[in-house]
């Protein structure tokens, strides 16, 4: 199947400074590429829907200026989480899809703990 | 918004066994989607079933869907320990939009 990766797998990172996790498709062009969170014991809550080349699409609740959402290529998708707080610690986890596909590959998740 | 509700939350059952999982929505779907996720992992692929359709098989899994009752449920035979992990359905609108939508998730143990 096709694989996605996600960079770093953890981070610790001190309350208000801010936080980069990529997103890419290994073998695959990824039209789309999702962003969610997880917390302990929960299901996903997706956080933005992205296309390449345009401006992320962010679900009610998530706001856009503390979590930047960059698509610039078919293989990249970047999340900044900015001036993190101890309550953004969270499970992230990314997802993309190729054009005209109906399943979604998932990264392996980038752990986030802010303190 | 969440749409998907899972039961059970948590299934304990013995190597051996057939597990079964539920999955009910709310909203008409284009299709239903199967996941697996061990725990602080990302999730696994298992079977996608369409709305046209009413059942799938995929190895030791199967799935069926019911849309005139908006729900699903996910069989693994012949259970494995490995089979331990956390299954999520997630319906995919027919918006277009093709933003999954997960449920709560089963918490599968199989014991050896």
């Known amino acids: 199947g096709a694989v996605v990766s996600q960079h770093p797998s953890w981070v610790i990172c001190k309350s208000g400074t801010s936080v980069k996790i990529e997103c890419r498709s290994l073998d695959f062009q990824a039209t789309t590429m999702f962003w969610y969170r997880q917390f302990p014991k929960q299901s996903l809550m997706l956080m933005a829907t992205s296309n390449e080349g345009s401006k992320a699409t962010y679900e009610q609740g998530v706001e856009k200026d503390k979590f930047l959402i960059n698509h610039a290529s078919l293989t990249l998708s970047t999340l900044t989480v900015t001036s993190a707080h101890p309550e953004d610690s969270s499970f992230y986890i990314c997802?993309?899809?190729?054009?005209?596909?109906?399943?979604?590959?998932f990264g392996p998740g980038t752990r986030l703990l802010v303190l | 918004s969440q749409q998907g509700e899972e039961d059970p939350q948590a299934l304990s059952i013995q190597e051996g066994e057939n597990a079964t999982m539920n999955c009910s929505y709310k909203?008409?779907?284009?299709?239903l989607q199967w996941y697996r996720q061990n725990s602080g992992r990302g999730l696994v692929h298992l079977i996608l079933i369409r709305s046209n359709e009413r059942e799938k098989h995929s190895g030791r899994l199967r799935v069926t869907l019911d849309t005139s009752k908006k729900s699903s449920s996910l069989l693994i035979t012949a259970s494995r320990a490995a089979d331990t992990a956390s299954y999520f359905c997630a319906t995919d609108g027919i918006q277009g939009a093709q933003k999954l939508v997960f449920g709560q998730g089963t918490r599968l143990t199989i014991n050896p």
């Open positions: 909203t008409s779907i284009n299709n």
């Open positions: 997802s993309a899809r190729a054009l005209y596909q109906e399943t979604q590959y």
